[in-house]
């Protein structure tokens, strides 16, 4: 490409005062500068610097779920879904019971809650900062104008089904929040209030602490049946019918 | 299917791409439009990169951009995999857009005249009422002398403009919300400003593919966008305005050259 005339060439001053500088110079310094520093950037931040650690705060508590206690009547995922959505919506519930019809006791209901994992895959795999862990409560929670829908949390999750759900409504992640975000409930939620499962649930088989509990891979396992009345109901044949 | 988002792992070049476009413009040498005895150059090489850069990208961004849902639109990819192509794509096309539309801008400070000659005149109406008039018959209009481009075109160029900034912008805060923490209510009104653009963009780009290439009366200027080059005979006939100022200058650069130099001043 020639340049008969060069375009836009020559400032007031003229480029040929010494200085001063052209239209094209300037131009050109603030692209080359600009790219460069960039680059440079860049090139620090992967060879020079350390890499970066975050530290996530543990959740302020954690659901305690019994499945021997559970009687599959889904009464907590109704209530999930009518304080957080305004609706009685098993789809949108944050909590999922799963019953195996031809599973037998005590393998054929699954309670699928949110484990606030210490370390939370759902938070690192975000890439906008909407699924974060809540600076004042440590909740696990998700901030749903951030979501940009690309529902990386819901494959991050080790678990499965995957804890963190895809809200096919309003297009965006969800994740159970401890009712710190259930805005269609009187209570106030989170660590330091209540949670809606909880209270609902007629066979108390959801508890919380603010203890972590002793974590495994497939999640931990939690007796909510000893030193209560359920001792008084002799459910002990059952149990030893299936050898546990 | 990997999960790695490049707007994640490698965002840094989103933000390299409007420096390169800016740099590439310091750099480029233009020529100006001028008859070249039966033809005339109309679009030069930097025209061509600076259109079909942005031109593609914008394409491409629209369908993967539409494919991952609009304010309208339903999401057309379900999560996983699906999106996060999509989404990388998008990454893509946003790079060469950045890259483009930073190459024309800087292109454009370079010489305001670019810039004015793709703004509307005080003709527009009445060019626009003619030249169309013309088009679909009406035998009372005649052809106006329009100049480069036809002032319909430079009045779509003001909606394509403002799609475009507002697109950048809010495209910008979206990429620094990976970076920072941009609060929910700002990206409540910048998400759906986007979205808007977007719909703008989609708006002016359609029409501009049927009357730019589709109209079998517009091939000789969609031919000029690859060889940079139109008859002058079509000059003649369509931008009849222009090619007279292409006569003007290039009488008024031919006066300039034969004017005779000034003799050098002996010393005494």
């Known amino acids: 490409m020639t340049d008969k005339k ?53 959740s302020g508590g954690y659901l305690l779920v019994d499945t ?39 393998d054929d209901i699954t309670i699928s809650q949110c484990r606030q994992c210490p370390y939370p895959s759902c938070v690192a795999a975000c890439p906008t900062g909407a699924m974060h862990a809540d600076a004042k409560t440590g909740v696990r929670t998700v901030d749903e104008a951030k979501c940009i829908g690309c529902e990386r949390c819901v494959n991050a999750c080790p678990f499965t089904p995957s804890r ?19 805005k269609y409930w009187d209570e106030v939620g989170g660590p330091d209030g209540k949670r809606a499962c909880e209270e609902v649930c007629s066979m108390h088989a959801i508890k919380f602490t603010k203890e972590l509990p002793n974590q495994s891979a497939t999640g931990y396992e939690t007796d909510l049946r000893t030193g209560t009345a359920w001792n008084d109901y002799g459910f002990n044949g059952a149990v030893k019918a299936n050898g546990r | 299917m990997s999960s790695k988002l490049w707007f994640d792992s490698i965002i840094w070049v989103v933000w390299l791409a409007p420096f390169a476009g800016i740099l590439a413009a310091g750099v480029t040498r233009r020529t ?57 794509i998008h ?4 790079v060469v857009f950045l890259f483009g539309t930073f190459y024309y801008g800087a292109n454009t400070v370079l010489s305001l005249r670019r810039l004015r000659e793709h703004l509307p005149t005080g003709d527009a109406i009445e060019y626009t009422k003619r030249h169309y008039g013309l088009l679909l018959g009406f035998k009372k209009f005649t052809m106006p002398p329009e100049r480069k481009y036809f002032e319909s075109e430079k ?18 805060m979206k990429l620094a919300a990976h970076s920072l923490n ?18 703008l963009m989609v708006a002016f780009i359609l029409p501009h593919i049927f009357f730019a290439a589709i109209l079998p009366s517009s091939w000789p200027i969609f031919r ?22 292409l006569e003007t200058a290039q009488r008024q650069d031919a006066a300039e050259e034969t004017k005779p130099t000034p003799a050098p001043k002996r010393a005494a």
Request: with cysteine.
């Open chain 1, 164 to 182: 963190a759900l895809w809200n096919f409504e309003e297009k965006h992640a969800e994740k159970c929040d401890l009712c710190l975000g259930a």
């Open chain 1, 68 to 106: 021997k206690k559970c009687a599959g009547c889904s009464s907590c995922m109704l209530a999930c879904s009518l304080t957080h959505h305004g609706e009685t919506n098993l789809s949108l519930s944050r909590i999922q019971i799963t019953q195996d019809s031809f599973g037998k006791f005590p």
């Open chain 2, 32 to 88: 100006n439009p001028r008859i070249e005895g039966d033809r005339v150059l109309r679009h030069d090489g930097a025209a061509m990169v600076e259109h079909w850069t942005h031109g593609i990208a914008t394409a491409v961004l629209l369908v993967s951009g539409i494919a991952m849902g609009v304010l309208f639109f339903p999401a057309l990819v379900r999560g996983g995999a699906p999106v996060w192509a999509a989404m990388n």
């Open chain 2, 155 to 172: 009045m779509a160029f003001i909606m394509a403009a403002a799609a475009t900034i507002t697109i950048i912008v809010t495209g910008f």
């Open chain 1, 6 to 58: 060069i375009t836009g060439g020559v400032t007031p001053s003229g480029s040929d005062e010494p200085g001063t500088f052209s239209r094209r110079q300037f131009v050109t310094g603030l692209g080359g500068v600009g790219f460069g520093a960039i680059l440079g950037g860049m090139l620090v931040k992967s060879i020079i610097l350390p890499d970066q650690v975050f530290a996530i705060p543990a």
């Open chain 2, 224 to 245: 000029s966008m690859f060889t940079g080059h139109v008859s002058l005979d079509y000059a003649k006939h369509e931008h009849a305005g222009w090619l007279a100022e």
């Open chain 2, 91 to 94: 990454f893509v096309a946003v």
């Open chain 2, 182 to 199: 941009v609060p929910a209510s700002v990206m409540s009104i910048v998400t759906p400003a986007h979205d808007v653009a977007t719909l």
